[in-house]
């Protein structure tokens, strides 16, 4: 899967080694790197005044691998078809995001993104450059579709690691 600009984020994704897939593949083990031996009251105190805790960044990655997985089933099955879009705040604060808990959100997220990638592995790249119409921005590609979730991944990971700098972990790892 090819880079170019992104028509989601309008930008270029760039990714470490092992590229794309590889990026899908380690998300869910660095997040589970992340989570252990932390409290779920230190995982659910939010860094500053309008950012979001770090159970609330893993409950999002959850809901968006969620909604990944439903347009890649719909773009495949259907021709051409009409993508919704999804309000992440709304979804954040209606689904109580601050009260989840993490490691629950990450089960989630991982199950869905294991099912996501062999999905996308089954499809053939003619598969992969079908697209549905997003009201927002246009026509996205499946192809398009993955590679804006995995640098979505990197950012919210990046999210993580801020959030949790000068945390300690806890010996007992439970709130």
Not at 44 to 72: M, Q
Request: aromatic share 6%; with cysteine.
């Amino acid at each position: 899967m090819a880079s170019s600009r992104c028509p989601i984020c309008r930008s270029t994704h760039v990714f470490p080694k092992g590229g794309l897939l590889a990026t899908l593949r380690r998300t869910a083990a660095a997040l589970s790197r992340l989570l252990s031996g932390r409290s779920r009251r230190a995982l659910s105190r939010r860094p500053s005044v309008g950012e979001w805790a770090v159970n609330e960044v893993v409950s999002h990655l959850a809901d968006a691998e969620i909604a990944l997985a439903f347009r890649i089933r719909k773009i495949a099955s259907e021709r051409n078809p009409d993508l919704s879009p999804w309000d992440q705040e709304a979804w954040a604060n209606a689904l109580a995001y601050r009260r989840n808990d993490a490691r629950v959100a990450l089960a989630t997220f991982a199950v869905v993104r294991q099912a996501n990638l062999a999905t996308v592995k089954r499809l053939s790249a003619a598969q992969r450059r079908l697209w549905g119409v997003h009201p927002e921005y246009g026509r996205l590609r499946i192809d398009q579709l993955v590679e804006h979730i995995a640098d979505h991944d990197l950012g919210h990971l990046n999210q993580i690691r801020t959030a949790l700098l000068n945390r300690p972990r806890t010996s007992k790892g439970k709130g």
